[in-house]
């Protein structure tokens, strides 16, 4: 066996540049957490943050905290923030509304900047979300369509052509994993007339991403995975600076307004980032965001995405090494410049071992129709934590302790 | 004079049915707060829901509570209960995403069920937003137009014709305070073959709302105002049984779909009030508002109407006797069954005059141009305090305590 063992463990961590970060975070020390990558954890000051907006600001100031608070400012000023770990120049990101919502924003701008074109290609393999916005977008524009790309047809490069408005794409696949090159596919959506709108909810807060640098038209992600802005936190949206001032998007309510408090009867948008505001902001959630992206001050993102890759490499070694023969196939990139922050694992009887190994402490979730899918979230993850990880899975598989019948029962929301 | 004196007020407090209720919230004794029609005070049990949720729930179970504590069908259980409010019977009405982003969802669906129609008629004094996004919807519908009603032209009732698709009308007047016929408006635009879209954003939790009575079709509103969720806590939106499972809105996302969890490529509508949801909601901001429901149990609505109407009658009257000369005119309804919870006052210095105010403890708003403008929450407020706003509104004026240059000073956001 090649795999590293306790010893070697305990050294990486030890060793960790990042490990200090654990202590911020309100984990369970019972507990293998690995679905940040669908619910991050709390830090201490996003609790802390939400108790000074409930109390001192909404309780204590009421509706003079809107200035004194600096909520009306909020969106623009986690959007910087955010924009820092994204690789965007700062008045080019907004935290706003849902990803749902900002897929919609961005797919209409994009068609709005090719009127000729008639296409939005998304991958088939998308969170549905995105092809269901996508179908939204074209149910109100007459003559789009809507075309599937992915894996089991022609790839997106291939279906680039004069009649494609919009590339909606990925950075991480939510599934598999799988890292596209950003740069390298705006390239060729750019050289095909056509814009390039990225998903980067598996990927934002996860690894370095270089929108400015690769070129990108628009891009929309999450907060409430890797960026752990709690449960549902309000969503952000990219709109390259170039675009600015000439692009807009129906969703044009009052916050989008050139002159919000003019109460003028006509709308006229802001000619930056803020057009891509809508309407009042969930400050509460808003405020919680802002204390979790404390933790990002002074973080190397290379030194995060070094991690990251560390993670995720010894999970599947591990796995790889002891499971062998137990059912597990891996569908995540075994090259880690080729994945995002997650390892995906086939198993036939994935809903059933999933459960058992929450039933242990070690939370990872179930994606239809067979995938163990494993988030590693180099901010509060261990060395260590893998190894418990793989220790449990192992153990499940071979004495087949998933096959309990109170592990079969599936849950209304998964 | 007329008006009642000091002892009269104190026996209307004591005998006042809803009185028990002020010790529910957190409300500065030094204050007298009159901005609930723009951001509403916290209840302490608002305040203990927020901290369960992000303690107990986010913290403590992480992925879990969106199984164990309910999160995801929290904007089904938060809508039937503002159901209850305003005369919704269960499974009309969802809690998510904005009043701006609603009344798309809403006019879009409007126009889809009246095809060969073309106009949406709105009112001019319509809270901004409603018509920045009546302007959106229109620029993605071909041939479609927004005709604008109202205080300076043809009214609504006038401009009904066989294009009308769609009617945005506001049920009480932000800024007078107003109060529409909403059945007797409803079955006038009906006749018109048209469709009703109903603001309830300054009558939800300020008086009896009868949406199926009425024949409403569809319905938006906000619940930070009256119904003290919080600060940018989520809107709501309603949708006639009648219409639910024919009609479609293009924010399609995946809480809309018919089965979220199965992670199909297509996008099928629920054929509930489910489709009128899009994205992930900010679950913190969703508890807060849940805990700010909680008040209404055992309030009797009617109760409710009458408080508000003997407050705002006794904030007329106290103005109009004492500041007589002060350069006050009323802009709202004289007549209670004509307005909302509100007053508004047209003073020529309103903005400085308002500062003044707010500096000694009166907490009122400024509307553009020259509008005080004052909220009555009847939960919360004691007659009493209208005796106290009047008199520190008549020493304001009579000691021109407002021309002080540090109240001309405008603030951001107002």
Redesign the interface.
Same mark, same amino acid.
């Given at each position: 066996m090649t795999f590293p063992d306790r010893a070697a463990i305990e050294t990486m961590d030890a060793q960790d540049p990042l490990g200090h970060l654990r202590d911020a975070f309100?984990l369970s020390p019972d507990e293998v !957490?690995l679905?940040g990558n669908?619910?991050g954890? +709390?830090t201490r000051a996003a609790?802390d943050e939400?108790?000074r &907006?409930? #109390?001192d600001?909404?309780?204590g100031q009421? @509706? #003079?905290?809107?200035?004194s608070a600096g909520?009306?400012d909020l969106p623009v000023e986690l959007g910087d923030r955010i924009g820092g770990l994204i690789g965007a120049a700062a008045g080019q990101v907004v935290v706003a509304?849902?990803?749902?919502?900002n897929v919609?924003k961005a797919l %209409?701008a994009a068609m709005r900047l090719r009127p000729g074109r008639k296409a939005i290609i998304a991958e088939?393999n998308s969170?549905?979300?995105d092809?269901?916005?996508a179908?939204?977008?074209v149910?109100? *524009? +007459?003559g789009a369509r809507l075309r599937?790309g992915g894996v089991d047809g022609a790839t997106i490069e291939e279906m680039l052509d004069g009649d494609v408005a919009a590339v909606l794409v990925n950075h991480v696949d939510y599934r598999t994993g799988a890292l596209r090159d950003m740069a390298a596919l705006t390239a060729r959506i750019h050289a095909a007339g056509a814009v390039a709108v990225w998903d980067l909810c598996h990927s934002a807060g996860a690894l370095p991403v270089g929108l400015d640098a690769a070129g990108a038209d628009f891009a929309v992600g999450?907060t409430?995975k890797y960026l752990n802005g709690? +449960?549902?936190?309000?969503?952000f949206i990219y709109v390259a600076q170039r675009h600015q001032g000439q692009v807009?998007? +129906? *969703?044009?309510?009052?916050? /989008? %307004?050139a002159r919000p408090? $003019?109460?003028?009867? /006509? !709308?006229e948008g802001d000619t930056g980032i803020r057009r891509f505001q809508?309407?009042?902001?969930? @400050?509460?959630?808003?405020r919680?965001l802002k204390g979790a992206l404390q933790i990002w001050d002074g973080v190397d993102l290379h030194q995060l995405r070094a991690k990251s890759i560390a993670l995720t490499d010894l999970f599947i070694r591990l796995v790889e090494g002891r499971c062998a023969g137990l059912g597990l196939t891996l569908e995540t990139p075994r090259e880690g410049a080729r994945r995002g922050s997650q390892v995906a694992l086939h198993h036939d009887h994935a809903w059933p071992v999933m459960q058992a190994l929450?039933a242990r402490g070690v939370?990872g979730?179930f #994606?239809?129709p067979s995938t163990l899918r494993f988030g590693f979230t180099p901010l509060y993850l261990r060395y260590a934590d893998v190894l418990r990880a793989v220790d449990v899975l192992e153990d499940i598989l071979r004495s087949e302790s998933w096959r309990d019948p109170r592990f079969a029962v599936k &849950? $209304?929301?998964?």
């Open positions: 309100l !957490y679905d669908s619910l954890v +709390p609790q939400l108790m &907006a409930a #109390r600001e909404w309780a009421l @509706i #003079r905290s809107w200035n909520w009306f509304d849902t990803t749902s919502i919609y %209409h088939s969170f549905p979300t092809l269901y916005i179908e939204g977008v149910s109100t *524009l +007459p599937l999450c409430y709690g +449960p549902g936190s309000p969503a807009s998007q +129906p *969703l044009s309510g009052w916050w /989008g %307004h408090f $003019a109460f003028e009867t /006509g !709308y809508c309407g009042t902001q969930p @400050i509460l959630s808003m919680a929450i939370i979730d #994606r239809a &849950a $209304a929301v998964t």
